[in-house]
């Protein structure tokens, strides 16, 4: 693997990382993505439970932090659509 001078010391895939820099991509994130382990780069990050499985608290709780007005006479479902579309 050659090392370029715009690169960082460490690019595990060197043609990747050229690919996406002749794409535009900034050095910071083209080098991010070629030193991915290609295992886990697909898999989904949060472990937390869908809005549809929350206790009727929670939304009405998440909603109050992020400050949606009118909380207190909505349900559940327009919570959650709230939240969604905030």
Do not use: F, V
């Not at 010391?9 to 794409?23: C, F, H, S, T, V």
């Not at 080098?31 to 697909?42: E, P, V």
């Not at 206790?55 to 919570?79: F, H, N, Y």
Request: glycine content about 10%; proline content about 5%.
């Amino acid at each position: 693997m050659a090392k370029h001078e715009d690169q960082g010391p460490q690019i595990k895939k060197d043609a990747q990382y050229e690919a996406l820099r002749g794409q535009g991509m900034r050095q910071e994130k083209a080098a991010r993505i070629a030193n991915a382990d290609s295992r886990q780069a697909g898999r989904k990050g949060g472990k937390a439970p869908p809005c549809e499985e929350w206790t009727e608290e929670a939304p009405q709780d998440k909603a109050q932090e992020i400050g949606i007005q009118g909380r207190s006479t909505m349900t559940k479902d327009e919570l959650i659509e709230a939240l969604r579309g905030h």
